[in-house]
């Protein structure tokens, strides 16, 4: 089956650094990639779509000088936040879309957890 | 009022039960309903995926749409501990890729 791995798990930083959250395709070519954010017992919440070698598009009310993404292949895209603040922390979760297909060719990374002390 | 409305549980059941979970939702334009499974610390994973209302099975799982009422229900039978889980619905307004709104998720844990 398709898979989507992410990079780091896990990471702590301090308030004020930046930090970079790889998403992979491994078995696939994903012409779109989105980033999603969950905090703890609410839905995850989508905050931008990304399409390789074009500009990311995301949701309304997200920062995107503060949440960088960069769709550089077919089978990566990054997600940089930079600046992070404490309620930057919580778990951020990609997926990428294999072709040109629906809902159901959508595949989800195993997320990132991100604290920002 | 929230576009998608799931109860959080969390519901506990023994091994063997029939599991029901339900959202409702409030925006008559969704056509594509899906249900993802999530693990602890892990990504959501797709179980089930219907169009429009009426029932969509796949061996021990049963979806349901009732677009009149606005309403769509996951059926497990004979859940197993490894059912334990949390189960997201979704929804969107087309197959191909538009904003899909998830549920926040029923925590379900099978005791065995």
């Known amino acids: 089956g398709a898979v989507v791995s992410q990079h780091p798990s896990r990471v702590i930083c301090k308030s004020g650094t930046s930090v970079k959250i790889e998403c992979r395709s491994l078995?696939?070519?994903?012409?779109?990639m989105f980033w999603y954010r969950q905090f703890p017992k609410q839905s995850l919440m989508l905050m931008a779509t990304s399409n390789e070698g074009s500009k990311a598009t995301y949701e309304q009310g997200v920062e995107k000088d503060k949440f960088l993404i960069n769709h550089a292949s077919l089978t990566l895209s990054t997600l940089t936040v930079t600046s992070a603040h404490p309620e930057d922390s919580s778990f951020y979760i990609c997926?990428?879309?294999?072709?040109?297909?629906?809902?159901?060719?959508?595949?989800f990374g195993p997320g990132t957890r991100l604290l920002v002390l | 009022q929230k576009e998608v409305e799931q109860d959080p549980g969390p519901l506990s059941v023994p091994e063997g039960a029939i599991v029901s979970l339900n959202c409702t939702y409030s925006?008559?334009?969704?056509?594509?309903f899906m249900w993802y499974r999530q693990y602890s610390r892990k990504g959501p994973e797709l179980l089930m995926y219907?169009?429009?209302?009426g029932n969509k099975e796949d061996g021990r799982f049963t979806a349901q749409v009732d677009k009149s009422s606005k309403y769509i229900s996951l059926f497990i039978r004979d859940s197993q501990p490894s059912d334990s889980a949390t189960y997201l619905c979704?929804?969107?307004?087309?197959?191909?890729?538009?904003?899909?709104?998830f549920g926040t998720g029923t925590k379900l844990q099978v005791i065995p």
């Open positions: 078995d696939f070519q994903a012409t779109t």
């Open positions: 219907t169009y429009s209302s």
């Open positions: 925006n008559s334009a969704f056509q594509y």
């Open positions: 997926s990428a879309r294999a072709g040109t297909g629906g809902v159901e060719t959508q595949y």
């Open positions: 979704a929804m969107s307004w087309s197959g191909g890729y538009q904003k899909v709104t």
